[in-house]
């Protein structure tokens, strides 16, 4: 990739969880590989008072203990972070930031480009953008000045509407950068390269061929120390809002003129609004709630959802979701999208499955094949197509068998996380990789009803940790003579899951 012009990074919220076990070990990786510019700092900024050396002592612990890293591995990369105490709600504290910028600037002799990166709690996102204003500090008479937003990007439609607004009072949407860090992952990235690059499969791709289309996302992890957090969002806000609603956005879209970040997010923001909103009465019968319970999973006991820490005793929050969707175009019209999302599931995976209508004059009735193709996000990245061959031997019986290319064939090609390339990215004023403002409104909008829905206490279905979810999701399929794919090959063994 490119290595960005000089350019500095603020992060607000610079002693929060993401800062450790995201950003900064994405940087420290970007800086050993020689991606950073050579003249760059970052300047941390928190309530809680740490002086440089303190603040480098803090995160040279966490690397040192989750990456196995030595002090000499450090030592070029530690002196470039630098921190600042300040209370991000008080525009007046901001004169401090600016005068400790100004010195950095020009210890560094750097141009003044500089990337906003919002790592706190999303009631301050609109806060510190008019702060940043209030001292000059969004100027770009001398150096470009990008804003980077992490998730959520709202909370239902009309805060992310309030929310983009006071980002705008500050920023043009050009210079806004809002993560989804699936965008950033090199598979999801993939399912452009593997739509438009090549001839052969896009043209099967519309209603003609295609019968259905399965999205899952699914943790095997719970929630951890997040429930707090959690309970507020639920599976529909914390995954499928953003992150499967953006993968489908890549699955449907139309292919663009090029790939660049206007070309590339007007399509993606047209299937977002394309999205056929589900009518009231059909919110029972298309989306199907669930919550973990208690279970032993090999071996170990695991909570309920509800015994998890901060979680409300009686909470209706979903830890699941399935539901079905379609889009209202040309391409896509009457094709039903099933998607869904869990925490506790079996294992950890991320797939698009694209289910082809069965071929219109079925001549082998006996086991007619049922050609998919898998599209493996994470893990054992990948791509699996199945076909019908003959069966050997006597007589012209099909069978189904499969082809299939795993990234880690691809050699020893480091791949980079999806922090490092948004961060590069952002860096280098790429946004392709970023949602626009439109398309998070759109995904809102169709959201908004299922948040109205939910609001009614519809039925949360039970599911026992370790399984896939409750039984109604897979009546949701049944009901139009389907069935989720299942997407381990070793039934004994869901830990790896093999693609
Ligand atoms: N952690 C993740 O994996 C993850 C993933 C996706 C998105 N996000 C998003 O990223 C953001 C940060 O998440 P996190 O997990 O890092 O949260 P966190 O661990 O709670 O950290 C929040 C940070 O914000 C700072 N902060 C809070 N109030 C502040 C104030 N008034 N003034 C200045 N700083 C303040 C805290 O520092 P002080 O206490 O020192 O003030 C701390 O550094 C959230 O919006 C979250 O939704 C996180």
């Known amino acids: 990739m490119k290595v960005p012009d000089n350019s500095n990074l603020v992060i607000f919220g610079a002693s929060g969880d993401l800062t450790f076990r995201k950003l900064v070990p994405a940087l420290y990786h970007l800086f050993q590989t020689k991606q950073l510019p050579d003249c760059f700092f970052v300047l941390g900024v928190g309530r809680s008072e740490f002086s440089d050396e303190a603040f480098r002592e803090r995160l040279a612990v966490y690397l040192r203990d989750e990456y196995a890293l030595s002090d000499q591995d450090l030592s070029g990369f530690l002196p470039h972070l630098h921190y600042l105490a300040l209370d991000t709600q008080n525009a007046q504290a901001y004169a401090s930031l600016k005068h400790r910028l100004d010195v950095l600037y020009e210890h560094y002799n750097t141009p003044h480009n500089t990337l906003f990166y919002l790592a706190t709690p999303p009631s301050l996102f609109p806060i510190i953008p008019r702060c940043l204003a209030a001292h000059g500090l969004h100027e770009e008479h001398s150096g470009w000045k990008r804003l980077i937003v992490e998730k959520p990007i709202g ?64 943790e095997n992890i719970g929630v951890e120390e997040r429930g707090g957090y959690y309970d507020g969002a639920g599976a529909l806000r914390d995954m499928f809002q953003n992150h499967l609603l953006q993968v489908l956005a890549m699955v449907a879209m139309e292919p663009s003129a090029a790939i660049n970040a206007d070309a590339t997010r007007d399509e993606a923001a047209k299937v977002l609004q394309s999205l056929q909103p589900i009518q009231k009465d059909d919110l029972q019968e298309r989306v199907v709630l669930g919550q973990y319970t208690a279970s032993v999973v090999r071996g170990e006991s695991l909570d309920a959802y509800r015994d998890e820490l901060h979680v409300k005793p009686d909470s209706r929050t979903e830890t699941y979701l399935a539901l079905k969707l379609f889009i209202n175009n040309w391409r896509w019209q009457d094709v039903p999208f099933y998607v869904r999302t869990g925490k506790r599931m079996p294992t950890r995976v991320t797939e ?148």
């Not at 438009?196 to 791709?205: C, H, R, S, T």
């Not at 280098?428 to 009803?449: H, I, M, Q, Y």
């Open 155 to 218: 909370y239902d439609l009309k805060s992310a509407i309030a929310l983009d607004d006071a980002l705008h009072e500050v920023f043009r949407e050009e210079q806004i950068y809002r993560i989804d860090h699936y965008l950033g992952k090199e598979t999801v990235q993939n399912l452009l390269v593997f739509r438009f690059a090549n001839g052969m499969f896009e043209p099967l791709w519309s209603r003609n061929y295609i019968d259905y289309v399965e999205i899952t996302g699914a």
């Open 352 to 499: 698009v499955v694209i289910h082809f209508k069965s071929s219109p004059h079925p001549v082998f009735r006996e086991n007619a094949p049922h050609n998919r193709l898998i599209i493996r996000i994470q893990p054992d990245e990948g791509i699996l197509m199945v076909f019908g061959l003959k069966k050997p031997g006597a007589g012209f019986e099909a069978e189904e068998v499969s082809m299939d290319f795993h990234y880690q064939d691809l050699g020893e090609t480091k791949l980079l996380t999806a922090y490092e390339r948004l961060l590069m990215d952002a860096m280098n004023g790429d946004a392709t990789l970023f949602a626009r403002s439109d398309a998070v409104k759109a995904c809102w909008k169709f959201v908004e009803p299922i948040l109205d829905y939910k609001a009614q206490q519809p039925a949360v279905y039970g599911y026992a940790s370790g399984t896939w979810g409750p039984r109604e999701a897979d009546e949701l399929l049944k009901r139009d003579g389907r069935e989720w794919r299942f997407p381990c090959k070793n039934l004994a063994n869901t830990d790896y899951c093999e693609l």
